[in-house]
């Protein structure tokens, strides 16, 4: 099985990884979008108090887990009618999107639309079922599942409802299921993300339809392994009782974390906050050192090229102590562009962006003089 699957993408950055550690102020990792932020106390808080449970968890959540799921995908993506048999948890989006062909029962005879630029699981998920993948951002055949991703990792594409909604009717007209990757959903910045789930996409009518949905990016719970996936309450039962079988449970203490991150507004914003602190400053320090940055009106990352191969620019980057990943890790239409995280702490944004303007220069602080 592992024959078929392609070498892990950031295994290929060592060379280019060293080079940038040998930089005399260190390196600075933008290259994968791991938080570096502390987890909210109220939410560590919770861990803590559930963390005595002995017995096993239930794989559908408990109840003030499905609770906080549905009521927080309303107060938050204004997403309506769904009832608690329509949301289920798991142990991370990853692992949701690397086995969801399989654990809906597709194979060899399948296609599986991936968008032409896309996060490498996607992919590999639909290998690990035998499926057949297409590239497309508008599929035009046959297909069993089209994968979705707006906010897009790693364009930072945003979807308007109009687009999503064509997607949708071309999928209930040809007996497709849409499963919509919506991890970043809540880090829009120069455009409004909305849900496929959300009434003026989908009418209100989910049949079809799965949002998968992360505490990685949102509340830093990237270590918990805190994810959930919401929608047509038919396919989350089907999926419930696989995983049921297979033993896929977040743990109980996870699930009452999950349940605190899920009911506070207040913690999200100020992470959103951070982020949108962290790009303010990163992305004129890249315009000013020659970058053209395209998309990434919203998302975790940039999306930038010097009109180059990708893997020059990771080099050059390199070479100045930065480390990012090359656009060919998401697909061939990526072979330009490099994709650059926000997800470093102030202090080292604030290292990168003197690096790119090639002097000092604070998160907080103005360009110099010309920039």
């Known amino acids: 099985m592992s024959a078929a699957l392609p070498v892990f993408p950031w295994d290929t950055l060592a060379e280019a990884a060293a080079r940038a550690r040998a930089h005399p102020d260190g390196i600075v990792d933008l290259s994968v979008g791991t938080p570096v932020d502390e987890v909210a106390p109220l939410i560590r808080a919770a861990l803590a108090e559930a963390s005595g449970a002995p017995g096993y968890p239930t794989t559908a959540g408990t109840a003030e887990l499905r609770t906080a799921m549905t009521t927080a995908l309303y107060r938050r993506y204004g997403i309506a009618g769904l009832t608690e048999s329509a949301v289920l948890p798991v142990i991370g989006t990853k692992e949701l999107i690397a086995w969801l062909p399989t654990l809906l029962g597709l194979g060899p005879d399948h296609v599986v639309v991936v968008p032409e630029l896309a996060y490498p699981t996607y992919e590999v998920g639909a290998r690990l079922a035998g499926s057949q993948v297409v590239r497309a951002d508008a599929p035009t055949a046959p297909a069993a599942l089209i994968y979705l991703n707006s906010p897009s990792n790693p364009t930072g594409r945003v979807w308007d409802a109009g687009e999503l909604r064509a997607v949708?009717?071309?999928?209930?007209?040809?007996?497709?299921?849409?499963?919509?990757?919506?991890?970043?959903?809540?880090?829009?910045?120069?455009?409004?993300?909305?849900?496929?789930?959300?009434?003026?996409?989908?009418?209100?009518?989910?049949?079809?339809?799965?949002?998968?949905?992360?505490?990685?990016?949102?509340?830093?719970?990237?270590?918990?392994?805190?994810?959930?996936?919401?929608?047509?309450?038919?396919?989350?039962?089907?999926?419930?009782a696989v995983r049921r079988h297979a033993g896929m449970m977040v743990s109980t203490p996870v699930q009452a974390a999950m349940v605190a991150a899920l009911n506070d507004d207040t913690h999200e914003r100020d992470q959103r906050e951070r982020y949108a602190r962290r790009r303010d400053a990163l992305l004129p320090a890249l315009r000013r050192a020659g970058f053209t940055v395209d998309h990434s009106e919203a998302g975790l990352y940039l999306w930038a090229t010097r009109a180059q191969p990708c893997r020059d620019t990771v080099d050059w980057l390199a070479d100045r102590g930065i480390l990012v990943a090359p656009?060919?890790?998401?697909?061939?239409?990526?072979?330009?562009?490099v994709r650059i995280a926000l997800t470093?702490?102030?202090?080292?944004?604030?290292?990168?962006?003197?690096?790119?303007?090639?002097?000092?220069?604070?998160?907080?602080?103005?360009?110099?003089?010309?920039?």
């Open 344 to 371: 470093a702490t102030d202090e080292r944004i604030a290292a990168a962006v003197a690096r790119l303007y090639g002097e000092e220069k604070s998160v907080h602080g103005a360009p110099p003089a010309g920039a």
């Open 168 to 240: 949708v009717g071309w999928a209930r007209a040809n007996d497709a299921l849409v499963v919509s990757d919506e991890c970043y959903l809540g880090l829009g910045w120069d455009a409004a993300p909305v849900s496929v789930l959300h009434p003026s996409v989908c009418d209100g009518e989910h049949t079809g339809l799965l949002a998968v949905h992360s505490l990685s990016k949102t509340s830093s719970l990237a270590g918990y392994r805190a994810g959930f996936v919401a929608g047509d309450s038919e396919l989350v039962a089907e999926l419930l």
């Open 327 to 337: 656009g060919e890790f998401y697909g061939p239409a990526g072979a330009r562009h």
